[in-house]
């Protein structure tokens, strides 16, 4: 067990001097962060899967492109999205560690039995369960990052946090496509969904609980409980909140559109393999992605020092330059269309770190999984949801010749949106106020 019982962090009663002057950081908080980011992982890893194998199952289950749109975009997220809301409450008065080894485990669970799915309903039931399940881990995992580092370290830490999503896209596309190739896709979702089961055990018992607010020094805040009516007005009447929540999901829209279906335009426009498609995506939005979230992290906190509002200008910095590079992958060689295809991923790793750390500054203690839960609703739904949604959509509206059709001009067009976001951003980082 990680935790040592004369560490005076873990105290579970909320004193108001300690909270005045909080102690200096442990090498236990390093270690929980480690760990948060492996259980973030698990649940990237899971929804790439899907993404690198929707070609053999759609062969084999007989499911269109809107279809598997709905899996990967709207529908999954919208189930996510909502159900982060019950589960976000739960997690501003109950324990947050407890929830969220117990929602590992159950989305693992339902990964390794997506191998038994035999239609496209039993399928969906299989992945909206899972995104369920998801939707109890960042709002309790953020909640739990802003009581072990301090403001001006949360950057960092969010972005260590979010190299889950690099190594879960990589460990999805590699990992998924090698065994599809090898073993077959069902196979592929039971050896890689059984592991996760076993690791919230291990979570369950090493990641233990933090005083609430004791880096903020809200110690009159730290035992205040919100009302839904209470929570959903400060939310409303907070406009750099939703500028915030906007921006990010109308951004996100605009690149998930790119990210999730570029594999399958690789696999069906040059006649690529999963597993070269796999290694190809794994490492441009895995690995590539790690030294994106972690590098734009370390720079926000230290510009941030000069202004608190360059956690949002390096998001809205980042924004500009992936939308143009996205239009041109599509219009290069496909050596040039990969050299684009590293630098749109260097950018989109950028800017989800930065954004959560301006979210928390603006959040007291007992809101904060709640207000973590609100950004990732909007972030879900128009940015996961939509994105893909509408893209899926519009390439079969499209149609065209060729095995991708319209996949590349649908892609090309979601990029529109990334101009909302990069507006609503603008206005954020002008109204901008810490907490």
């Given at each position: 067990?990680?935790?040592?019982?004369?560490?005076?962090?873990?105290?579970?009663?909320?004193?108001?001097?300690?909270?005045?002057?909080?102690?200096?950081?442990?090498?236990?908080?390093?270690?929980?962060?480690?760990?948060?980011?492996?259980?973030?992982?698990?649940?990237?890893?899971?929804?790439?899967?899907?993404?690198?194998?929707?070609?053999?199952?759609?062969?084999?289950?007989?499911?269109?492109?809107?279809?598997?749109?709905?899996?990967?975009?709207?529908?999954?997220?919208?189930?996510?999205?909502?159900?982060?809301?019950?589960?976000?409450?739960?997690?501003?008065?109950?324990?947050?560690?407890?929830?969220?080894?117990?929602?590992?485990?159950?989305?693992?669970?339902?990964?390794?039995?997506?191998?038994?799915?035999?239609?496209?309903?039993?399928?969906?039931?299989?992945?909206?369960?899972?995104?369920?399940?998801?939707?109890?881990?960042?709002?309790?995992?953020?909640?739990?990052?802003?009581?072990?580092?301090?403001?001006?370290?949360?950057?960092?830490?969010?972005?260590?946090?979010?190299?889950?999503?690099?190594?879960?896209?990589?460990?999805?596309?590699?990992?998924?496509?090698?065994?599809?190739?090898?073993?077959?896709?069902?196979?592929?979702?039971?050896?890689?969904?059984?592991?996760?089961?076993?690791?919230?055990?291990?979570?369950?018992?090493?990641?233990?609980?933090?005083?609430?607010?004791?880096?903020?020094?809200?110690?009159?805040?730290?035992?205040?409980?919100?009302?839904?009516?209470?929570?959903?007005?400060?939310?409303?009447?907070?406009?750099?909140?939703?500028?915030?929540?906007?921006?990010?999901?109308?951004?996100?829209?605009?690149?998930?559109?790119?990210?999730?279906?570029?594999?399958?335009?690789?696999?069906?426009?040059?006649?690529?393999?999963?597993?070269?498609?796999?290694?190809?995506?794994?490492?441009?939005?895995?690995?590539?992605?790690?030294?994106?979230?972690?590098?734009?992290?370390?720079?926000?906190?230290?510009?941030?020092?000069?202004?608190?509002?360059?956690?949002?200008?390096?998001?809205?910095?980042?924004?500009?330059?992936?939308?143009?590079?996205?239009?041109?992958?599509?219009?290069?060689?496909?050596t040039g269309s990969y050299v684009c295809y590293f630098l749109?991923?260097?950018?989109?790793?950028?800017?989800?770190?930065?954004?959560?750390?301006?979210?928390?500054?603006?959040?007291?203690?007992?809101?904060?999984?709640?207000?973590?839960?609100?950004?990732?609703?909007?972030?879900?739904?128009?940015?996961?949801?939509?994105?893909?949604?509408?893209?899926?959509?519009?390439?079969?509206?499209?149609?065209?010749?060729?095995?991708?059709?319209?996949?590349?001009?649908?892609?090309?067009?979601?990029?529109?949106?990334?101009?909302?976001?990069?507006?609503?951003?603008?206005?954020a980082g002008r109204t901008f106020r810490k907490v």
């Open positions: 067990m990680l935790k040592q019982a004369t560490d005076p962090t873990l105290s579970p009663v909320p004193d108001s001097a300690a909270l005045a002057a909080p102690p200096p950081q442990t090498f236990y908080a390093w270690l929980v962060l480690v760990q948060l980011m492996l259980v973030y992982s698990f649940s990237w890893m899971d929804r790439f899967l899907l993404v690198i194998l929707i070609d053999p199952i759609s062969k084999d289950l007989h499911v269109s492109n809107t279809q598997i749109g709905l899996l990967t975009g709207f529908g999954a997220s919208l189930l996510y999205s909502l159900a982060g809301f019950p589960i976000a409450r739960m997690a501003d008065r109950k324990s947050r560690s407890t929830i969220i080894s117990s929602v590992l485990g159950l989305w693992s669970g339902l990964t390794a039995a997506t191998a038994l799915a035999g239609s496209f309903l039993t399928l969906a039931a299989t992945r909206f369960g899972i995104a369920i399940a998801s939707a109890g881990c960042s709002p309790a995992a953020y909640s739990l990052i802003s009581d072990y580092f301090p403001a001006r370290r949360r950057g960092t830490a969010i972005a260590i946090y979010s190299l889950g999503i690099s190594i879960g896209t990589w460990a999805g596309l590699s990992l998924g496509g090698f065994a599809a190739d090898s073993l077959g896709w069902r196979t592929a979702f039971l050896i890689l969904g059984l592991p996760g089961v076993a690791f919230a055990l291990f979570t369950a018992f090493a990641v233990k609980e933090p005083v609430r607010g004791r880096y903020d020094g809200h110690a009159d805040e730290t035992d205040r409980h919100y009302s839904a009516a209470a929570a959903a007005s400060f939310f409303l009447r907070n406009r750099t909140f939703l500028a915030i929540a906007f921006g990010f999901g109308f951004i996100s829209c605009a690149t998930s559109a790119f990210e999730n279906w570029i594999p399958t335009y690789l696999i069906r426009a040059h006649h690529l393999s999963a597993t070269e498609v796999g290694t190809v995506s794994g490492l441009f939005q895995g690995l590539t992605g790690i030294f994106g979230a972690l590098g734009f992290g370390i720079l926000a906190d230290r510009l941030a020092r000069r202004s608190p509002r360059w956690y949002l200008w390096i998001p809205l910095i980042c924004a500009l330059v992936a939308g143009p590079l996205i239009v041109l992958f599509f219009q290069l060689p496909k749109i991923e260097l950018c989109v790793s950028g800017y989800s770190a930065p954004l959560f750390a301006a979210g928390q500054m603006l959040l007291p203690p007992r809101l904060r999984a709640l207000g973590m839960a609100t950004i990732l609703f909007v972030l879900n739904v128009v940015g996961q949801g939509l994105g893909p949604f509408l893209t899926g959509l519009a390439s079969d509206l499209i149609g065209g010749s060729g095995g991708a059709g319209g996949l590349g001009p649908a892609i090309m067009l979601m990029q529109a949106v990334g101009l909302l976001g990069a507006a609503a951003l603008v206005y």
